[in-house]
């Protein structure tokens, strides 16, 4: 398992943006996000493999959020632009061993604490 820490997390209108961060405390995993609405189960946003070079996103945010890693490869990204309402959550950070940026939860091996993101509308 390894450390993430998230960083990111606020309160933003509707249409607003937010950029999340996550950083593995040691090695190169593949990095990705999930978020969870209280009573519902933790879903997929997106994912960056460990070497940058394959993302995946789900279709509820494609266009809209972007995941990157800049050269700090042990850090990733998340831009989210015009959030919605219905997406306030707590987003977490999530590793994995695999290469490829496809990530199911029992893809995870560590998860972040989570941060919580706040969309008014």
């Known amino acids: 398992q390894v450390q993430l820490v998230e960083s990111g997390g606020g309160l933003v209108q509707a249409g607003g943006s937010l950029r999340l961060s996550c950083a593995a405390a040691?090695?190169?995993?593949?990095l990705g996000w999930f978020r969870q609405a209280p009573g519902k189960d933790r879903e997929f946003v997106a994912a960056?493999?460990?070497?940058?070079?394959?993302?995946d996103y789900s279709d509820s945010v494609k266009g809209r959020f972007t995941i990157y890693r800049d050269g700090n490869k042990n850090t990733v990204y998340l831009q989210m632009n015009n959030l919605k309402p219905e997406e306030t959550d707590v987003y977490y950070c999530?590793?994995?061993?695999?290469?490829?940026?496809?990530?199911?939860?029992?893809?995870?091996?560590?998860w972040g604490q989570g941060t919580q993101v706040t969309v008014s509308s």
């Open positions: 999530a590793a994995s061993a695999r290469e490829i940026a496809t990530m199911n939860h029992g893809d995870v091996g560590s």
């Open positions: 040691s090695g190169v995993y593949t």
């Open positions: 960056s493999s460990w070497w940058g070079g394959d993302t």
